[in-house]
C-alpha cells in the first residue's frame, strides 16, 4: 500500500474583489480634499444616512468640491474600469458607461457607520483623507455575503487552508490617509468606532453603471 500523502487542489470559487489602491497624488490631494470638505461642513449640515452621529453631506460632492474631487473622482472610475467587462459587449465596445456619486464623512471620536449596502451601485468606494489619529481603531469591515448561512450548522467550524490560515466571516481595512478601498455594492459593510484625537475624514462613492448612447449619437 502507498504512504505517499494524496494531491488536494483547493478551488477557491466565486471570490469578492475588495481592492487597495495607493494614488500618486495623494501627498498633494489629501490636504485639498480636507480643505474643500471642511469647508462645506460649515456651510451645511449634512444628512443623516448609515452614520451614527459625525456628519454626512449630501451626495453632490462633484459639484463643491471643485478640482480635488474631480480628481479623486476620476482615478477612481479608472481604477474600477480596469476590474470592470462587459462580457456580451460588441468588438470590446462596453454597452455601459460610469457615472459617480460622492460624498463625505467626517466622525469625531465614537462616531461609526452600521452595517448597509449601497443598493443601484455596481462598485463603491471609501477613499481616507483622515485616520482621526487612531491607527488601531476605526476599521472598515466587510462581511462574508454569505454570513449567516456560514455558521448555521456549527457556529465554531471554519474552513482552514493548507497553510492553516482559517477563514473569517469579517475582513478588516484599516484606514489610512491617501488609500482607496473599491469593493462591490452589495457587500453589506461598516464603520467602526475610533478613539482617536481628530476627526476622522473619509470620502464614499457610488459607481453606476448607466446604458451608454449608441455609437455615433451626440
Same mark, same amino acid.
Given at each position: 500500500?502507498?504512504?505517499?500523502?494524496?494531491?488536494? +487542489?483547493? &478551488?477557491?470559487?466565486?471570490? +469578492?474583489?475588495?481592492?487597495?489602491?495607493?494614488?500618486?497624488?495623494?501627498?498633494?490631494?489629501?490636504?485639498?480634499?480636507?480643505?474643500?470638505?471642511?469647508?462645506?461642513?460649515?456651510?451645511? #449640515? @449634512?444628512?443623516?444616512?448609515?452614520?451614527?452621529?459625525?456628519?454626512?453631506? $449630501?451626495?453632490?460632492?462633484?459639484?463643491? @468640491? @471643485? /478640482? #480635488?474631487?474631480? +480628481?479623486?473622482?476620476?482615478?477612481?472610475?479608472?481604477?474600477?474600469? =480596469?476590474?470592470?467587462? $462587459?462580457?456580451?459587449?460588441?468588438?470590446?465596445?462596453? =454597452?455601459? %458607461? *460610469?457615472?459617480?456619486? *460622492?460624498?463625505?464623512?467626517?466622525? #469625531?471620536?465614537?462616531?461609526? &457607520?452600521? *452595517?448597509?449596502?449601497?443598493?443601484?451601485?455596481?462598485?463603491?468606494?471609501?477613499?481616507?483623507? $483622515?485616520?482621526?489619529?487612531?491607527? %488601531? %481603531?476605526?476599521?472598515?469591515?466587510?462581511?462574508?455575503?454569505?454570513?449567516?448561512?456560514?455558521?448555521?450548522?456549527?457556529?465554531?467550524?471554519?474552513?482552514?487552508?493548507? &497553510?492553516?490560515?482559517?477563514?473569517?466571516?469579517?475582513? =478588516?481595512?484599516?484606514? /489610512?490617509?491617501?488609500?482607496?478601498?473599491?469593493?462591490?455594492?452589495?457587500?453589506?459593510?461598516?464603520?467602526?468606532?475610533?478613539?482617536?484625537?481628530?476627526?476622522?475624514?473619509?470620502?464614499? *462613492? &457610488?459607481?453606476?453603471?448607466?446604458?451608454?448612447? #449608441?455609437?455615433?449619437?451626440?
Amino acid at each position: 500500500m502507498s504512504t505517499s500523502e494524496p494531491q488536494i +487542489t483547493v &478551488n477557491r470559487l466565486f471570490c +469578492t474583489p475588495l481592492i487597495e489602491v495607493r494614488l500618486p497624488q495623494a501627498e498633494t490631494l489629501v490636504p485639498a480634499l480636507r480643505e474643500v470638505i471642511m469647508a462645506q461642513r460649515a456651510r451645511s #449640515p @449634512g444628512v443623516r444616512r448609515s452614520n451614527i452621529h459625525g456628519w454626512h453631506s $449630501d451626495i453632490e460632492m462633484l459639484h463643491w @468640491g @471643485g /478640482e #480635488p474631487a474631480m +480628481t479623486l473622482a476620476r482615478e477612481t472610475m479608472q481604477a474600477c474600469g =480596469r476590474f470592470t467587462s $462587459d462580457i456580451n459587449g460588441a468588438q470590446g465596445q462596453s =454597452r455601459y %458607461e *460610469m457615472g459617480i456619486e *460622492m460624498w463625505a464623512n467626517v466622525s #469625531p471620536a465614537g462616531a461609526s &457607520n452600521q *452595517m448597509h449596502a449601497h443598493p443601484g451601485s455596481f462598485w463603491s468606494a471609501s477613499f481616507y483623507v $483622515d485616520d482621526g489619529g487612531d491607527q %488601531e %481603531e476605526g476599521a472598515f469591515v466587510a462581511q462574508d455575503p454569505r454570513f449567516p448561512m456560514i455558521r448555521m450548522v456549527a457556529p465554531d467550524l471554519v474552513f482552514q487552508d493548507e &497553510n492553516g490560515e482559517k477563514q473569517l466571516s469579517q475582513f =478588516r481595512v484599516r484606514p /489610512e490617509p491617501g488609500k482607496l478601498v473599491i469593493f462591490p455594492s452589495w457587500l453589506m459593510h461598516a464603520v467602526r468606532p475610533h478613539k482617536g484625537p481628530r476627526e476622522r475624514i473619509s470620502i464614499a *462613492m &457610488n459607481i453606476l453603471a448607466l446604458p451608454a448612447p #449608441p455609437p455615433g449619437a451626440g
